[in-house]
């Protein structure tokens, strides 16, 4: 029987992450992946994907419309093919290279579906149907990530009613797309088709968008997208969908109570969310039982079980690929009798369409809910000169400082890349500084940063550029 220090069940961000750490620190490891790559579905048909079709697309977008306004006179025909296939090789790449960061820390990864057989046990099933105990020493770390959540009514076939993962490969440009779920995945997908020639129309049962996000940057992002052509259907329901061969039928209707009307679209993308993936992994043999959600409840990635862990898309929490990484390094640093920590209050969150979408730390709605003063300190994008001059003046940046202590609680942008720049803010949270603090770092002129920076000083109202 193979023995092992840790055995860690799924080769995401979680488990790949969990396995490259334990090697470094010298545990003999395994890491159970069912998939014929690493990388789980961020780095298969998620996070990594879906970014090469929103970069691609938005550069087609930018040639289409925007090229001549610069000076630049071309002309612009789309090759969706390969438009796939340059994804699809950046997605071989990166999914080669977690395969050598494995081998490089001495990592076996175990071709298979791995259960939990019980204390200490766990059962890999090859795809030829062979079965392989492995004895676990010290660990059972859980990372299985999530699928795709279902909606009562609507089957997806992946061929007219597809799911994000069948999005990420469409061979033909839809006519009209209809989008179920005004969440940050259908958003970002829905925006690559429409920028591809798509009329695209957003069904969402709720009142607003992108439900968690700070409520004055949703209605703003809303806005942003209605002005690029989307349409949203706020307030709806489906409640049926009929798949022909040439386009669905959707049945929707008032939240509120009404009539019931039909939708046609050539492609329907069903994004509700994401559900965990625990099924099958023998957790009643060492009596976790996860909630009715199927999540299971963790402490500091501890389970009820001694020695299984979990930790990623299976736990509580945002379904991000760096929270699991975060929890990944402080799990197997915990288990090596060091002290892991995760700081959930410093978790980042970006949509990647344009613009784009960042965030860390309270909303104003949390701040309110919970009485706490708090100072606001806002910057436009349409003051900054590099974003002026890019011609991408479009959204701010706001900050949320404590209003005896000045200490940064969140931060909340949308404009040019703020996904990339949201880290300062994550890294001022990580230190306790103050708004004051960033307000008086110097930042490079002229770029993007430099709104930060001027939020900052908005909010003892001293801003300089505006």
């Known amino acids: 029987m193979p023995q092992y220090d840790v055995v860690i069940i799924g080769g995401g961000p979680g488990g790949y992450n ?15 992946e069912k998939r014929a790559t690493l990388g789980g579905t961020c780095l298969n048909v998620g996070c990594i994907p879906s970014k090469a079709l929103l970069h691609a697309s938005e550069y087609y977008e930018m040639a289409l419309k925007d090229f001549a306004g610069f000076g630049i006179d071309t002309t612009v025909k ?21 395969e050598f960061l494995l081998k490089k820390n001495k990592v076996d990864w175990i071709k298979g579906s791995g259960a939990i057989a019980g204390a200490g046990k766990v059962v890999v099933k090859a795809e030829d149907g062979s079965e ?11 990372a299985t990530g999530s699928e795709p959540a279902s909606l009562p009514g609507i089957t997806v076939d992946q061929m007219r009613i597809v799911d994000s993962t069948g999005a990420l490969a469409l061979a033909e440009v839809p006519k009209t797309l209809a989008v179920i779920g005004a969440g940050i995945i259908g958003l970002e997908l829905g925006s690559v088709w429409r920028r591809l020639g798509a009329e695209v129309t957003v069904i969402e049962f709720l009142d607003r968008i992108t439900p968690g996000m700070d409520e004055e940057t949703a209605k703003t992002f809303q806005r942003a997208l209605a002005k690029q052509g989307m349409v949203f259907r706020l307030g709806t329901k489906v409640t049926a969908a009929k798949a022909g061969d040439k386009g669905v039928e959707l ?38 039982k996860p909630d009715k959600r199927g999540f299971i409840e963790t402490d ?20 991000l690929a760096h929270k699991a990484e975060d929890e990944a390094v402080a799990v197997i640093e915990l288990i090596a009798g060091k002290a892991g920590h995760v700081n959930y209050d410093v978790i980042p969150s970006v949509v990647y369409t344009f613009p784009e979408v960042a965030w860390v730390g309270k909303t104003e709605e949390e701040l309110k809910a919970a009485g706490i003063a708090y100072k606001v300190g806002k910057f436009p994008f349409t003051a900054n000169a590099r974003a002026k001059v890019n011609d991408e003046a479009i959204g701010f940046v706001k900050v949320l ?14 404009g040019p890349d703020v996904g990339e720049m949201v880290a300062e803010w994550c890294v001022a949270m990580e230190f306790q500084a103050a708004s004051e603090d960033v307000a008086r770092t110097s930042h490079p002129h002229p770029t993007r940063s430099e709104a930060l920076r001027q939020a900052a000083m908005n909010v003892e109202g001293w801003t300089m550029q505006a």
Request: hydrophobic share 45%; aromatic share 2%.
């Open 18 to 32: 969990a396995a490259i750490r334990a090697g470094q620190l010298g545990m003999k490891v395994a890491c159970i």
């Open 78 to 98: 789309l090759n969706l093919p390969n438009m796939h296939k340059q994804k699809e090789a950046g997605v071989t790449a990166l999914t080669k290279g977690v």
């Open 132 to 142: 392989t105990t492995l004895d676990v020493a010290k660990a059972i770390v859980i």
């Open 251 to 288: 049945t929707v209707e008032p939240v509120s109570g009404g009539a019931a009307e039909t939708l046609k679209a050539d492609y329907v993308l069903v994004c509700v969310g994401r559900r965990p993936f625990t099924e099958g992994l023998g957790l009643e043999n060492v009596g976790i």
């Open 300 to 319: 500091h990635g501890r389970t009820s079980a001694p020695g299984v862990w979990a930790i990623g898309d299976v736990t509580l929490g945002p379904m």
């Open 401 to 414: 400082a404590d209003a005896k202590t000045d200490r940064i609680l969140g931060a909340h942008m949308i």
